[in-house]
């Protein structure tokens, strides 16, 4: 059964800095990997969406990417900002799509 | 823009009572899909469907069904809710090709029972 899991559980940043997000998969057998954003007590909002054959997926200041042989994606944001304060999902697709716990990302002015 | 709607977004219900809780997807959508969300154990699916009529069960189907007689709408119903029920519930859609498609979620709904 496939497992996701992210580190760290929750990141707080000062507004500027470049970060990473990290997702970690235990079946590398998967069709993509979705990454999503959260905010308080709202639904999950899609960022990026890598498919397996592809390496990596560019949404203005996001850069998602993804290796299948090690297991491994990355959320990659530019230049935070407060407002990009969030929690941040993954989600590997197999079978089924299985979720990670979720990053909370916190940028301070 | 994917528009998935669940009508109520805040809900308290008190113990045994039914409650139905709607989804509707504007992009014409095969798949559908009900989790819920709690702290410390993420999402959990509990129902999903890639036909009118057809449903499936996920991880935690037990005290809960569904109903999707449009395409568009996808219905979970409590049938006697529990306190243990109280929880955010989300529904989510994807196009079709079950394992390839980008997942678009719903606002959510906050269900209290009491």
């Known amino acids: 059964k496939q497992e996701v899991t992210q580190i760290p559980a929750a990141l707080s940043v000062p507004e500027g800095e470049n970060l990473v997000l990290n997702c970690s998969f235990t079946d590398s057998a998967i069709y993509n990997l979705q990454w999503f954003r959260q905010d308080p007590g709202k639904g999950l909002t899609s960022l990026l969406l890598?498919?397996?054959?592809?390496r990596e997926q560019t949404s203005g200041r996001l850069n998602a990417s993804l290796d299948k042989s090690s297991g491994r994606s990355t959320l990659y944001i530019a230049a935070s900002q407060p407002g990009d304060s969030a929690t941040y999902l993954c989600a590997a697709q197999s079978n089924d799509m299985r979720f990670g716990a979720g990053t909370r990302l916190t940028v301070k002015p | 823009d994917v528009k998935v709607t669940q009508s109520s977004r805040y809900l308290v219900k008190r113990t045994g009572e039914k409650v139905f809780l709607e989804c509707v997807q504007d992009m014409d959508h095969e798949n559908m899909f009900w989790y819920r969300q709690d702290p410390g154990l993420g999402l959990r699916l509990i129902y999903f469907?890639?036909?009118?009529?057809?449903?499936e069960k996920g991880d935690i189907p037990e005290g809960y069904s569904v109903s999707r007689e449009k395409k568009e709408r996808f219905s979970l119903i409590l049938e006697s809710a529990s306190t243990n029920q109280t929880s955010m519930y989300l529904c989510?859609?994807?196009?079709?090709?079950?394992?390839?498609?980008?997942?678009?979620f719903g606002e959510g709904s906050r269900l209290t029972v009491l």
């Open positions: 989510a859609s994807s196009p079709p090709g079950a394992n390839t498609g980008e997942l678009f």
């Open positions: 469907s890639y036909d009118v009529k057809m449903k």
């Open positions: 890598i498919q397996s054959s592809q």
